[in-house]
C-alpha cells in the first residue's frame, strides 16, 4: 500500500529479507566448495545482485549486456562472472577475449559449437597479439555447454536439455568442438561441461540424469586434457508458486541426488570443481507486482482489468504462468492480513479473470478468487521476482515501472519509472 501511495502503479517491490532468506536457503543446500552462480537473467537489477553476491554468490551472464550490469552497477569482480549463453555475439566474444589480456579474466566463457570455439579461439589470439609481449596472462577458461538429451518435467518451453533443444552440443560434438578451439594446446584452457535441463522442474530425474552425463563425459575427456576438471550443473530448481513448498522438490533434493551420483564414481574420478546456477529459486518469491484497477466487468467470468499486465509481467501470457494475487484494498478500503487469513473476517470473494490493460486479447494474468473491486482498488500479484522486470517491455508506448526494495521498515528506491522521453 505505502510503495503503492508513494511511487504510483505498476510497481514492482522486493522484500530484501525474502531474498536473503531464499539466498542462504540455496546456499545451504550446495555448500562451499559448490561454485553458486547467480543467473542474472531472472532479475539483472542491480539493487538485488549485491544483495545476492554478499551472501557469496557469482553470476552467470549470457550476453556482455547482463556481464556489464553485474560488474559496474552492481559491483562484481569480472573473475566472479561466467559469460554463457547461445546468443553471444561476435563482439562479446572480443570483449571476453580483450578481459583476459587486460585484466583478470572472466570465470569462464561457456561456448555452444565449434564455430563459436573457433572464433573464441580466434579472438584471444588477436588480443594476446596486440598486449605487451613478454606480459604472463591468466589463462581464458572455456566450458562446452552439452545438450544432455534428457526429458525434463517441465512445460515444453522451458525444456532446454531435450534432445530437440536448440541449446548445447550433443555428447558426440564434444572433441570437436575443442578442436575448433584450438584444442589441449590452444589458447582456451579446457574447463569442463556446462549442462542445463530446464527451468522450473516438477522432479528431479532429469536433472539426476544429466548430472550422470556430465560426470561420464568429464571422466572422457580427462583421459587427454588435465584441466577438464568441472561441471556445471545448471539451475532448474523449481519454486512453490502455489504457495504450498511441498508441491516442488526442493534444491536440497537436488543436492542429495548429485551426492548420490558423485559417490558412485571414485573420489579420483570426481570433478575438482562443481557449480550450480539458480536464478528463480533465489528471486522469484521475493518479488511483488503491484497494480491499481481500471475496469471491472461484470460478466462471465466476471473480469478485472488493472493498469499491469503483459509489459511488467509476460509469464502467464506467453506460456500460461500461475502466479498468486490478492487484494489490497476492496471497494476503496483496505483488506488486512487478518482479514484474508480469517474466514469470519476476510470479505467474500468470487473468482475473476484478471487481465492487463495492453491492446492485445492474451494479456491475461490468470484467474484468482478476489473480494469485490472496483476503479482504483490495488491488486498485489506474488512470485513476481523472477522473469518480470528481466522481461518487461515498453510495447503500447508504457514506460518500465518503478522497482522499490522493502527492508522490513524502509522503501527504497532501486529503479524509477521510464519517462516518456525514454520511449523514443
Known amino acids: 500500500m505505502k510503495a ?32 553458486r552462480l547467480y ?28 556481464v556489464a550490469v553485474a560488474s559496474a552497477p552492481a559491483g562484481v569482480g569480472l573473475d566472479q562472472i561466467a559469460l554463457e549463453g547461445i546468443g553471444k555475439s561476435p563482439r562479446d566474444l572480443a570483449r ?37 609481449k613478454n606480459r604472463r596472462r591468466p589463462p581464458l577458461d572455456v566450458l562446452v555447454r552439452v545438450n ?30 575443442i578442436e575448433a578451439g584450438g584444442g589441449p594446446n590452444g589458447p582456451l584452457r579446457w574447463r569442463g561441461i556446462h549442462l542445463h535441463v530446464g527451468s522450473q522442474l516438477g522432479a528431479v530425474d532429469a536433472w539426476r ?18 584441466s577438464f576438471d568441472t561441471l556445471d550443473a545448471g539451475g532448474g530448481f523449481p519454486v512453490a508458486y502455489d504457495g504450498v513448498p511441498h508441491s516442488v522438490p526442493s534444491a536440497a533434493r537436488f543436492a542429495a541426488e548429485a551426492r548420490a551420483e558423485l559417490a558412485q564414481i571414485p573420489a579420483a574420478a570426481r570433478p575438482r570443481r562443481l557449480a550450480v546456477e ?12 503491484i497494480g491499481r484497477v481500471l475496469h471491472v466487468r461484470h460478466r462471465e467470468p466476471p473480469i478485472v482489468v488493472l493498469d499491469t499486465g503483459m509489459t511488467e509481467l509476460l509469464r502467464p501470457a506467453l506460456y500460461g504462468a500461475v502466479h498468486p494475487m490478492m487484494a489490497l484494498t476492496s471497494l476503496g478500503r483496505p483488506v488486512d492480513a487478518a482479514d484474508r487469513d480469517s ?56 514506460p518500465r515501472p518503478t522497482e522499490v526494495a522493502w527492508d522490513g521498515g524502509q522503501l527504497t528506491l532501486l529503479r524509477r519509472r521510464g519517462s516518456l522521453r525514454s520511449l523514443s
Open 278 to 289: 539458480p536464478g528463480r529459486a533465489v528471486v522469484a518469491g521475493c518479488g511483488w507486482l
Open 39 to 66: 543467473s542474472l537473467k531472472a532479475n539483472g537489477l542491480p539493487g538485488l545482485v549485491k544483495v545476492i553476491a554478499a551472501e557469496g554468490f557469482a553470476v552467470s551472464g549470457v550476453s556482455w549486456g547482463e
Open 209 to 226: 540424469s544429466a548430472f550422470r552425463v556430465g560426470l561420464r563425459l568429464l571422466e572422457l575427456q580427462r583421459a587427454t586434457l588435465t
Open 148 to 177: 544432455p538429451s534428457v526429458a525434463p518435467e517441465t512445460h515444453s518451453s522451458l525444456a532446454v536439455g531435450a534432445p530437440s533443444s536448440k541449446f548445447g552440443v550433443m555428447p558426440e560434438e564434444l572433441p570437436a568442438v
Open 343 to 398: 474466514a469470519d473476517g476476510a470479505p467474500a470473494t468470487v473468482t475473476v479473470r484478471v487481465d492487463g490493460p495492453v491492446c492485445e486479447s492474451t494479456d491475461t494474468l490468470g484467474t484468482a478468487p478476489l473480494p469485490a473491486l472496483e476503479r482504483g482498488d490495488i491488486v498485489a500479484i506474488g512470485m513476481a521476482g523472477a522473469y518480470g522486470s528481466s522481461m518487461s517491455s515498453t510495447y503500447n508506448g508504457r
Open 4 to 35: 503503492a501511495k508513494r511511487f504510483g502503479t505498476p510497481v514492482y517491490l522486493y522484500d530484501i529479507e525474502r531474498l536473503r532468506t531464499d539466498t542462504r536457503a540455496m546456499r545451504e543446500a550446495f555448500p562451499d566448495p559448490w561454485l
Open 96 to 132: 571476453a577475449a580483450v578481459a583476459s589480456v587486460d585484466g583478470p579474466p572472466l570465470l569462464w566463457v561457456s561456448v555452444e559449437s565449434a564455430e563459436e570455439a573457433a572464433e573464441l579461439a580466434e579472438e584471444v589470439t588477436k588480443a594476446q597479439g596486440r598486449g605487451p
